[in-house]
């Protein structure tokens, strides 16, 4: 529990100052400012006060009990000073000192050694090389950091790896009247970490959304496990920077981490429903409308508007961003026409001129709110002075509220006059945006969330006749051969024991096996050459196609004998080519599921970049994401005259790799490229594998 | 000249009233409020007095001479009420009133009838159904509007064709205390025009940057000629809504124009050197920018800064946004070295840490300004609460004035608690932004900005030893036929004319023909038949490829016969295949150039919509944007060692290609696909051609 550490009853500041422009004045004089509702005491050897408080020598002389102590000396001394909070009984320490972990190996052994000391007192550690926590509730007011952001009350928790990064998102959320619930930049995290904290807001009832700033996660699968229990009950919002490659540059030689794009992070993120951002003010402004509105059940919009102008640039937007316009029913137009203006536009958005009534509003509103194709209200609003924009207001906050459906405004209107309007939609629960490009963008992301929330239910299919026994066998074999790819024979075996489509084969060592494994298979074959080392067979001489009759293998088998001399082969039914399609599996993280990645295979992928990736396991709904993001999705669908692909049985195929996968966590990397689709009825062939373990 | 307009000595309010809720009483107090110059005339055929003015029952009863007056009158009544404005001598009057053009037909008739009496007498009209302007210049301070954006003075005027976008604009600049120059809002633009507006403000000193909301263009051409004059002494920064499908069909519900995505707007403003944006925010955050910097020379970035994670996300920023991060030279390393603190970072982003003194920021700074590798100097500064931050802001500032590059500020702060330190960058001119997304996304604009400056120095190539007059010949033979689509050997004629390599070829009437023309041109050929009604020709086997000899030829001859009874045909050489690539030309805007299109044929452009367009003329930078600018780029250098284009040949073949659309204005659309583009050495084959030309 961290209670101690965001509910401090005391806290001391070691290493407390009288100079203004030290962290050790400076947290005491943010203490004081934030209306802290405990005791505070300031330890320093030598001045016998610290601004109004009495300054301790040692902390074992503070005559009260203290739960945190922030230790502000230097590096060297801090484990000595933790060892004095043990003893005191203190039971968090944030150690906003730096020179540990992040200094490399002199700081590493410095940190081994305050691990210990607090360790030996069961004290926890927050830090070091840390900015520390905040904790606006009432009755605590805890500024225990050294930033300049103003608390107020708010409902949002943030943490932020960058304290640079936090900051900013704390004083916009001030700056939006928002303000936040609790704060943490966690620095080195060499206790108490990220997932802990965020374990802890889950369950506070204050905290109604969670903000998070990533740059590297240190144990995703942890933070997987709680973060997915979390999104069930409030949303989170995530932020991960260094999506360039010179981001990720910039990410390591900031952290000293390894310097590669990561998109593992990202990807962990969804899969545990949080709905991920590249924009601090998108963030909070999502953040905003997440904290009070109902969870969208679809990502059809329908628009009320009173100036013609930004009505198009709110389509623009969403529909940009994934949205739909909404289909307005025939029932709706039904109640609207007659009782809007005469010249108002029934079509979405709906608009209802400038001159609209609160009669107007309230009946638009009402009627979207009950219109079964829409999802979501968003109402685009610019301040007429010649209208009762209070009353407005008024009206549409009686429909919105206790709707089961989100509604959004964009309110454009200058601040200062319109006051009072303003302070009506967000009394009465709808979030307000000044520009209609930030309003479609929030509405597109509770869309998101929406979407989110939805796929958390949904789960991946296991198919039964799945031969896990044989499967198993396969990859025990190959593990005791030492090797790291899985012979041809084997690989295939293993896709068959999934009930995967594969062509008919079998393994080879001479011309007459040859022969009579493709009297079995029936011509056309191929033959393959078995080498670990060839890697690029094809440009080897190590692959031939279609070969229809015995005299052809016959001449085939030779010169795979010449070419490798002594190489046992693979051999397999011939398929003609279908379109190609490819899926590959990585496991980039311990812990978590591996990548799969899907697109056209060749230039598609590697050119267009035109590939979709997900982290496995795979639902039903991830598959059919993943095939029909692509954008040469069309080529699947048949274009031209051209047949397609049956969509259906490419789905049941990548979702048995998926099942193959999350059975075997040994497999390091697996490739089938290319697999072809075949027109409708015809089940797709997986020509070729490339299975690796991890060894 | 619109001075009268937008510096009127006098104004009357035609429709004025005591009703606070009327625009007649609006117009009036806004111009009071603001501090109109000038005396204010309201015309009120019952009432004695509006607000504090003596009201007129007649705009010929005011004593004394006008230059503008407003319309506010029910819009039958407007005609009559202009024609007493001329009688009076009133050069201009604002159309306040609707019901004109954009309500159809009998709107049109009125609107025509109104300005029908205006020329009579000499009165320009703006509007109908509009706004107004406003201009702030101390001396006029004239709000001839009905809005409620406080009128502040400033560099950046602002002209919206949605009043409700540029009252958001407004408001916007007015937050930012950036204020504006002049604004209008034009209505109907019956009269006076966005061109004749835009020329007005070119030669307004006090204009520095002008601000344009587009929804559709009234004269294309017009408006190219004025503003491509402007943007070499001014930024002109615009934003065309409605880019979306759904966006435009509220752009035509809204305007009641065509629906269909226009593409060429933002063609066009690129041409004239505008630079465009998509969100209304970043429009007026640039602006700021844009009216104070000097022009960046290139698109490389220095970055400074004192917290790491907002660098990340500047880096991510930037780079998504196509500028590069500066490689520090050795010599500015040297002179950082042991000058900053020493765990100071001197690659870039230059991390000068937290507790940088304003010496280490003006070092920083002008190291970068010196630095040739830099175009753009970018500081990220949080504001410390142990650092004199103004002393920083004013180390800076001292490198910024008079400095040739531009340099923006992130300025990540608690607005209130250090408006000092911002108002000491803003008043050293340096732009500063809350945000490192904004302040990136800026930069990035600045860097834009510099490109388009450039490519308005570049001109389109002539090429010499073009056959103008038998390209002229050729066009007038197939006007005078009465066809639209060019007979095939015409349209190869007219592209050899122009130097474009095109395979041998000829036209044939019969079998004889065919075997005389491939004797001379050498096997194998094509043939294809000629015939406007075969659009796809392969499909009605109206094409024969690769035929190798006399006996295939004869036996192709035959089987045309029977297909197209009568019909002639054309024969070429047929040339083996190279990487397709395709070049379009569509005349969408009577009065502009070509829309030229440049990708990789197929599936390439019809499914990936990997394309890219440009308005002709084209410069040589022009065309080497395109063709690096599609994401298949890497297939035309070649991959997995397949040989690439010949770049270079290409690029000549799309110069030529300009050259002949500028030339032959009557080409209504042309289409090359595919081209074949060879390996370097080998001309290019363009094998298809279809030309249609304006009958």
């Known amino acids: 529990m961290l209670d101690a550490l965001f509910r401090p009853r005391a806290v001391a500041v070691i290493g407390a100052s009288n100079r203004r422009l030290t962290i050790g004045y400076r947290i005491v004089e943010n203490l004081v400012d934030s209306g802290f509702k405990g005791p505070i005491f300031p330890i320093n050897p030598k001045a016998p006060y610290i601004k109004n408080f009495i300054a301790y020598k040692d902390i074992l002389d503070v005559p009260l009990e203290v739960d945190l102590a922030h230790i502000i000396v230097k590096n060297t001394r801090v484990p000595g000073e933790i060892e004095k909070c043990g003893k005191k009984g203190i039971k968090v320490v944030i150690v906003n000192t730096a020179g540990f972990g992040e200094i490399g190996e002199e700081g590493v ?62 004083n916009r959320l001030y700056e939006l009247g928002l303000g936040f619930r609790m704060y943490a930049s966690y620095g080195n995290q060499a206790d108490i970490n990220a997932t802990e904290i965020l374990e802890y807001w889950g369950n506070d009832p204050g905290t109604r959304v969670i903000l998070l700033h990533i740059e590297t996660l240190q144990d995703p699968a942890g933070f997987a496990r709680v973060a997915k229990e979390i999104t069930k009950r409030k949303p989170i919002l995530a932020m991960k920077t260094g999506r360039t490659k010179l981001g ?42 997440l904290a009070q509105l109902p969870v969208a059940e679809g990502n059809r919009v329908g628009i009320i508007t009173n100036t ?18 909404s289909e307005i029913s025939q029932a709706s137009r039904d109640s609207l026409q007659g009782n809007l203006y005469p010249e108002a536009s029934l079509a979405n958005p709906i608009d209802v001129l400038a001159t609209a009534t609160p009669e107007h509003y309230k009946l638009a509103a009402a009627t979207l709110m009950s219109d079964p194709g829409v ?42 006059g319109w006051q009072k309007t303003l302070q009506i939609f967000n009394v009465g629960g709808i979030p307000t945006f000044d520009m209609p490009e930030m309003a479609g963008k929030v509405a597109a992301a509770i869309a998101r969330y929406g979407a989110l929330q939805r796929r958390q239910e949904s789960s991946p299919v296991s198919y039964n006749g799945v031969d896990t026994a044989a499967a198993n066998q396969l990859i025990e074999k190959t593990k005791a051969s030492g090797r790291a790819f899985m012979a041809q024979a084997d690989a295939f075996s293993l896709l068959a024991a999934y009930g995967l489509p594969v062509p ?159 059975n075997h966590d040994e497999i390091e990397e ?26």
Chains 1, 2 share one sequence.
């Open 109 to 170: 052994k410095l940190q081994e050694e305050m691990l210990a000391v607090a360790k030996k007192y069961g004290v926890r550690v927050f830090g070091p090389n840390c900015q520390g926590v905040m904790n606006s509730d009432p009755e605590v007011r805890a500024y225990c950091n050294f930033t300049f952001t103003s608390m107020i009350e708010g409902a949002i928790s943030v943490m932020a790896q960058s304290g640079g990064v936090g900051e900013v998102i704390n």
């Open 670 to 695: 697996m490739d089938l490229n290319p697999i072809f689709s075949y027109p409708e009825g015809r089940e797709p062939g997986l020509v070729d594998v490339r299975i690796k373990l991890k060894i």
């Open 308 to 325: 013609g102008g930004p009505g198009i640039i709110v389509t623009d937007e969403l529909t940009e961003r994934g949205c739909d316009l």
């Open 375 to 416: 999802d979501i209200v968003f109402v685009n609003f610019i301040t007429p002075f010649f209208v009762d924009t209070e009353g407005v207001a008024r009206a549409l906050t009686e429909v919105a509220k206790d709707a089961a459906k989100p509604m959004v405004a964009c309110v454009m209107t200058e601040k200062k």
């Open 248 to 289: 990720a540059k910039a990410v390591s030689s900031h952290t000293g981490g390894m310097m590669a794009v990561d998109t593992t992070t990202n990807l962990l993120l969804e899969k545990c429903g949080i709905l991920t951002f590249t924009d601090e003010e998108e963030l909070c402004q999502a953040a905003r409308a």
């Open 504 to 662: 008919a084969y079998g393994e080879i060592s001479d011309c007459a096996g040859a022969l009579a494994a493709a009297a079995e298979i029936g011509y056309p074959v191929t033959i393959k050459v078995e080498s670990e080392d060839v890697v690029h067979k094809s440009d080897a001489g190590g692959v031939a196609l279609n070969i229809k009759d015995d005299a052809e293998l016959t001449a085939a088998c030779e010169k795979m004998g010449q070419n490798f001399p002594g190489a046992s082969c693979f051999i397999q039914k011939f398929l003609d080519p279908g379109i190609e399609v490819m899926v590959g599996a990585n496991r980039e993280t311990e812990g978590l599921g591996h990548v799969v990645a899907f697109g056209l295979g060749g230039i598609f992928v590697e050119v267009m970049k035109d590939v979709v990736f997900r982290l496995n396991p795979l639902a039903a709904d991830d598959i059919d994401e993943m095939i029909h993001g692509i954008k040469g999705f069309p080529i699947l669908e048949g274009i031209r005259g051209r047949a397609g692909g049956d969509i259906e049985k490419l789905k049941e195929v990548v979702s048995r790799i998926s099942m193959l996968l999350r």
